[in-house]
Structure formats: C-alpha cells, structure tokens
T-cell receptor, first 114, second 111 residues
Framework: AQSVTQLDSQVPVFEEAPVELRCNYS??????LFWYVQYPNQGLQLLLK??????LVKGINGFEAEFNKSQTSFHLRKPSVHISDTAEYFC????????????FGAGTRLFVKA | EAGVAQSPRYKIIEKRQSVAFWCNPI?????LYWYQQILGQGPKLLIQ????????DSQLPKDRFSAERLKGVDSTLKIQPAKLEDSAVYLCATHPPYEQYFGPGTRLTVT
C-alpha cells in the first residue's frame, strides 16, 4: 500500500536562505510523485511532478525536487526563499494500478521570516 | 480553461443537521475525487468517480456520507447527520492522467 511521510511538520527559515522539505514514500509499484502548495484559505496548487525520466524536476516559483528511487525520497528544495513562500506544502504519490488515487502526506508548514 | 468550481465556500451547521456540497469539474475530465482535509492534516480521499461510476469509496463513511455524479459531470457530496468530527475542508479534484486539479474547497464547521 502506498504511504507518504513528510519528516518535518514545520520548517522556519529566514528570507533568502535555502530550504529543503523532506518527503519519503512507500509503494510496491512504479509511482508518480507530486508536490502541492496550499496558501491560507486556498485550494491546492501543483508545484511540480515526477512521472518518469530525469530525476531532477523543476517546478514553479523556483522550486525543484529530486526523485531518489533507492532512498524512496522526493525532497523539495529552493535555493532562496521569499516571504511569499510561506504556506503549507504537501507531498503526494499515486500510481496507475491504484487508478491514480493520490495519497497525501500530512504536510509541512514553511514559515519564512524576514 | 475554467477551473474546478465548488460551492458553497463556507458552511456552518449544527451537529445532526444535514449538508450538501457541489462540485463542477473541468470540462472533459472524466475522473472526479472528493477529499476531506481536517485542519493540520493532508487531504484524505473519500470517493473517486470515473464518469458517473464509483471507482473507490473504501474511505467514505457510508452510514452518513453519500455522493453522486449525475451524467458524469457535476457531483454532490452529502453528510447526514453531521458530527463534530466532520468539521474540515472538503476538496473536489478532477484530472486528466497523472495530475489533479483542485477546487478551492468548502470549509465546513459543525457546532
């Protein structure tokens, strides 16, 4: 069965500092991996996705993530964060066998301080 | 293209009352999902439709929750009777393969 573990519930960081949000998954088959962002009182917005091919995936707003199959990880990174990046970030996994049902992690709250 | 529409955006009801949420998906998207997102948690899948048929409702509390998707387009999710623990944001999502598009959600508060 699929599962997603986001290792940090909260990540405080100063503006212009780099950040990494960690995500580990478990699945018995080939997976598709996603990072979503949720701003206060808004719906989920896709940041980036890994379907196949290059393990380094670039997304919107300067974010990128690296798929590591041996470590079953899909960590999200940004080299320099802005105040506007303050939000909740969700890692998610789905697969074809599961009808693309998406399983979400519990979320990581990124708090960018001035 | 227009996004996923949901209404109402906010709803406050008392426990034991009933409530219904509505979702209008992106045109042409055959697959539709309803998720429940409790404060501080990630979204949890309640039910998945393919056109107007149910693919997965294993996580739907069927004694009080029901959902339908008429003509493979709009969908409604109903709770009857509501409990305090049903307070959450209810998200509708649709997608072509691989990627989901989410609506803004309906925030339900049960008092």
């Amino acid at each position: 069965a699929q599962s997603v573990t986001q290792l940090d519930s909260q990540v405080p960081v100063f503006e212009e500092a780099p950040v990494e949000l960690r995500c580990n998954y478990s699945s018995s088959v080939s997976v598709y991996l996603f990072w979503y962002v949720q701003y206060p009182n808004q719906g989920l917005q896709l940041l980036l996705k890994y379907l196949s091919g290059s393990t380094l995936v670039k997304g919107i707003n300067g974010f990128e993530a690296e798929f590591n199959k041996s470590q079953t990880s899909f960590h999200l990174r940004k080299p320099s964060v802005h105040i506007s990046d303050t939000a909740e970030y969700f890692c998610a996994v789905s697969d074809r066998a599961g009808g693309f049902k998406t399983i979400f992690g519990a979320g990581t709250r990124l708090f960018v301080k001035a | 293209e227009a996004g996923v529409a949901q209404s109402p955006r906010y709803k406050i009801i008392e426990k034991r009352q009933s409530v219904a949420f509505w979702c209008n998906p992106i045109s042409g998207h055959a697959t539709l999902y309803w998720y429940q997102q409790i404060l501080g948690q990630g979204p949890k899948l309640l039910i998945q439709f393919q056109n107007n048929g149910v693919v997965d409702d294993s996580q739907l509390p069927k004694d009080r929750f029901s959902a339908e998707r008429l003509k493979g387009v709009d969908s409604t999710l109903k709770i009857q009777p509501a409990k305090l623990e049903d307070s959450a944001v209810y998200l509708c999502a649709t997608h072509p393969p691989y990627e989901q598009y989410f609506g803004p959600g309906t925030r339900l508060t049960v008092t």
